[in-house]
């Protein structure tokens, strides 16, 4: 399928962490073919750039910039301090998804791999033959996990921790920080719920204000957040993107705000994490949260907390035994011990070396990696920058590409009204999206193809007729 047109854009202004100046820029059209321009990092709407048909790919260079556009593939290349990004190839040979299902919902749930699939089933299998599973299979595959989700947010793997849930690893964070009263504690308005409910509760067990950062009427959750964050301010939870629409937020910035005014810094990287660069050492949070089966495309029930070094000797919220000190000994485990297992390894839920679950994590987070992230932001923000040209066709609207995530996007339909029956009348032709909010999340991912893209719009035609 050849797209005729397409925003090469959305993916990052030159703020985005750890990329340096003007990484991503906007090309021009044709006519103007050697002058890049940073309108994104801006705020403007960006230019279209039109391909041409099969057999003329097109490129425009400046430096070292290259973009190419042809029928098989979109490869869009900027290479910045060792930096390089590229199209994917479609991957649904990966996934068991039929032809005619259209699924375009990640950030609801990631579907599981072949390879994912098949190393949950080897786990069980293992399970039940006890008999060969060995003490080093409580630890070894666990410390692969750390190690690949590590490299995925830019930190150490020292610094991660195996946790069942986001919530569970915003208790963890919650615990450790310190709140006076009278202090301030920054969410997002609309924000997921287990963030909401942990620092609601912090607010009313230690006395202080929860402050809500409203929906900023432009889109701009960067601008709306650091005007909320003051001296006052003990900490401020946040997203990489806004969990209904793909709002995105400049978390480098934030970051050198929050240190600024001496807040702690907890984000929730559940829908972003694998499909938006991050650079923990860019944006230096205190803590990050991430579940595992959305962008990560693992499996329910496993996740990850990311603790900065001077978090790294709290209290965790649980005191089980594998996270002591030689806990590898199994002999001596009578040996009581007072002390941790090094890094945020304190900070593990207990059963943390479930033999079927890390196994299939651990096999997501290898292809993750094997694709790249960077390379998966860029696919994913030029199909999604095709469907929000389409979606304005029909009268619906979403944020500006320079203020959304590029593998993010929600449409909003006009006077903010979504209509009835409209996700089942979706599903009923198998083409499944989500509502959150006023906001129709189409999160799609490197399975979906141009017909599944088409199937979406022509049922949504039928909806809206």
């Known amino acids: 399928m050849v797209i005729d047109q397409v925003d090469v854009v959305g993916i990052a202004a030159s703020d985005r962490a750890g990329l340096g100046e003007n990484v991503w820029d906007i090309f ?119 190690e690949q989700f590590a490299r995925i947010i830019g930190g150490d793997a020292e610094g991660v921790a195996l946790v069942p849930s986001a919530s569970y690893g915003l208790s963890c964070a919650a615990r450790n920080i310190d709140v006076a009263p009278g202090a301030r504690l920054v969410v997002l308005a609309e924000q997921f719920p287990s963030i909401f409910y942990t620092w609601r509760e912090v607010a009313k067990t230690r006395g202080a204000s929860l402050v809500t950062v409203a929906r900023p009427e432009d889109d701009d959750w960067t601008r709306a957040t650091l005007d909320a964050i003051d001296e006052r301010t003990a900490s401020v939870a946040l997203p990489h993107c806004h969990w209904t629409d793909g709002g995105y937020l400049d978390l480098v910035r934030i970051g050198a705000r929050c240190r600024e005014v001496g807040a702690v810094l907890v984000l929730d990287l559940t829908q972003s994490a694998g499909a938006l660069r991050f650079d923990a050492g860019a944006v230096r949070p205190d803590y990050v949260v991430c579940a595992g089966y959305k962008w990560l495309l693992g499996p329910y029930s496993l996740g990850f907390l990311w603790v900065a070094p001077e978090h790294r000797d709290g209290r965790p919220i649980e005191f089980n035994w594998i996270a002591r000190a030689g806990s590898e000994d199994f002999a001596h485990l009578i040996d009581y011990r007072d002390d941790y297992q090094p890094g945020a390894r304190r900070f593990d839920v207990g059963e943390r070396s479930n033999f079927i679950l890390v196994p299939m994590l651990n096999a997501a987070l290898e292809q993750i990696l094997t694709w790249g992230v960077g390379a998966i932001e860029v696919t994913l923000a030029r199909r999604t920058a095709d469907i929000a040209v389409r979606a304005a066709r029909l009268g619906l609207s979403s944020a500006p590409a320079a203020l959304r995530a590029g593998h993010f996007l929600g449409l909003r339909f006009p006077n903010g009204e979504l209509p009835a029956g409209l996700l089942p009348a979706l599903a009923g032709e198998r083409v499944h999206v989500s509502v959150r909010g006023a906001s129709m999340r189409v999160t799609p991912h490197l399975y979906n193809t141009g017909e599944d893209v088409d199937r979406l719009f022509a049922a949504l035609e039928r909806v809206l007729d």
């Open 28 to 146: 021009r059209p044709a006519s103007e073919t050697g002058e890049v321009i940073d309108r994104i990092a801006k705020g403007s709407r960006p230019p279209r750039w039109h391909g041409r048909r099969i057999g003329e790919a097109r490129t425009a260079r400046t430096g070292g910039d290259l973009l190419t556009h042809d029928e098989k593939t979109f490869r869009r290349r900027k290479v910045t301090n060792g930096i390089s990004a590229h199209a994917i190839a479609n991957q649904r040979h990966l996934f068991d998804i039929p032809d005619e299902v259209a699924y375009l919902n990640c950030a609801y749930m990631g579907p599981l791999m072949h390879s994912v699939v098949e190393a949950g089933d080897r786990g069980v299998r293992e399970k039940a033959r006890p008999w060969g599973i060995s003490p080093d299979d409580f630890f070894a595959p666990g410390e692969r996990a750390r």
